[in-house]
């Protein structure tokens, strides 16, 4: 039995390449071990703020000494962060934005990469504190940048998740989708055969 956190972002709802080929993974992951529970977070929809430095100072100071104010917004990062930890395999489908991950996913991470909570600092350097967490990247974009510098998602997304501790990380690519309907066809086909693929892999685990 897995504990899910699939977490999408994309504007286009049930269009969204991302979100449709995450959920496939998602939905075959149950299937293979029926039981699994699935939590799932709309990031397009139920948009969280940018951190703002009272949210942040908040977190600085010890949980018994914060007013009522302070406490209320420690709670969204530390309802996040929970939440993360009560799963064990992270699902993230991310729509190539700008160049970059979508803003609102952003948020997410701001939220739960938090030192003290989910890596400490250390004269070595960050550790990271969360474990035995697999993660799943499922990427859509328009243009084709993977393996090159131009994708800066992939490794911003693998730092940031490996300071917190999530080190096995897996990768599904949709690309090259606003290159016209064949390309676009081809690329959705190879996405759904990489998630066949890790599904092969899950099936062993
Ligand atoms: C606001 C916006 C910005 C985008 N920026 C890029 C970009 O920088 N590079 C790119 O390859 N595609 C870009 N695209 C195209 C998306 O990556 C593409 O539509 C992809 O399918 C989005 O994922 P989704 O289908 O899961 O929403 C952009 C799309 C939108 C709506």
Redesign the pocket.
């Known amino acids: 039995m897995k504990r899910i956190l699939f977490i999408h972002s ?3 709802g049930d ?5 449709r080929i995450a959920h496939s993974l998602v939905e075959r992951m149950v299937q293979e071990k029926p039981g699994s529970e699935v939590t799932r977070i709309d990031l397009a929809n139920d948009a969280l703020p940018h951190l703002e430095i009272d949210e942040f100072n908040s977190w600085l100071i010890p949980a018994d000494q914060r007013d009522d104010t302070q406490k209320d917004l420690a709670s969204h990062s530390d309802k996040l962060i929970d939440q993360l930890l009560a799963h064990d395999t992270l699902v993230l ?1 991310v ?5 970059g991950i979508p803003s609102t996913l952003k948020t997410w991470i701001d939220r739960v990469s938090r030192a003290g909570k989910t890596f400490r600092y250390t004269a070595e350097g960050p550790v990271g504190m969360v474990e035995d967490m697999q993660a799943y990247l499922v990427f ?4 084709i ?1 993977r393996d090159t510098p131009l994708d800066t998602q992939t490794g911003y997304l693998t730092s940031v998740l490996g300071l917190m501790g999530i080190t096995s990380v897996k990768t599904i690519f ?2 090259g ?2 290159m016209g309907d064949e390309t676009r066809e081809q690329s959705l086909n190879n996405a759904m055969a990489e998630v066949s693929k890790l599904f092969a892999g899950i099936r062993e685990l």
């Open positions: 994309s504007l286009f269009n969204s390449a991302s979100t489908a729509p190539m934005y700008n160049m859509a974009r328009g243009g940048y949709a690309e989708l606003n």
